[in-house]
């Protein structure tokens, strides 16, 4: 196991860093980077992502040294940034997956609801491009009740609409996809 490198005046250290000194921070840097990258990497549990949260973490220490405390042990903050931005990212890995996770089932509903329709053969590969191009409120309200899979009348409270308003909406939405992704 590598070892850290030892910062003998780590007050003096930040200091120079908060005036911008970047031999300072190299050394900071050097010091602690391993031992970032294997604490991130328990976390997120992936190299490449956990090399992304230390670079970014150290980017964000040097965009804002003029904040840091030469007073506080510099290993401290960058720990606790470090795990504080790993675990942003897998917030933010976690809420993709759902999100994508949702989409395939809204493909799948929407799917179902178009082949209530007598025609059997729909371009499914265009779903997604047909919801883009439908109008923006159109589009915003069938995302809603498909993607975020919410109710007409939550729909209608949030955008201070009428729920009879929302269901026209999906009405026309649907008729409108289903005449779209129509082959033949």
């Known amino acids: 196991m ?6 003998p005046d780590e007050t003096r250290l930040v200091s120079s860093i908060r005036k911008g000194d970047h031999e300072a921070f190299e050394t900071v840097y050097t010091a602690y980077s391993g031992m970032l990258m294997k604490y991130a990497g328990m976390i997120v549990k992936n190299r490449d992502a956990a090399y992304e949260v230390v670079q970014d973490t150290f980017v964000s220490v040097w965009m804002n040294r003029k904040k840091l405390d030469p007073s506080k042990p510099v290993r401290n903050y960058l720990l ?3 795990h504080n931005n790993s675990l942003k ?7 993709r997956h759902s999100t994508e996770q949702k989409a395939a089932s809204a493909e799948r509903i929407v799917i179902s609801s178009l082949e ?8 499914i590969e265009g ?3 047909a919801v883009d191009r439908l109008p923006e409120q159109s589009r ?3 995302k809603m009740s498909y993607w975020e899979d919410m109710k007409s009348m939550d729909i209608a409270s949030e ?6 308003t929302v269901e026209s909406i999906l009405y026309k939405a649907r008729k409108r996809l289903r005449e779209e992704l129509k082959l033949g």
Do not use: C, G, T, W
């Open 2 to 7: 590598s070892r850290m490198h030892e910062i």
């Open 80 to 82: 606790r940034a470090v």
């Open 89 to 95: 990212y897998v917030r933010k890995e976690m809420s």
């Open 116 to 123: 209530q329709d007598n025609s059997p053969k729909y371009d």
């Open 127 to 129: 779903l997604i491009p």
């Open 140 to 142: 915003r309200i069938f």
């Open 159 to 164: 955008l201070s609409i009428s729920v009879r």
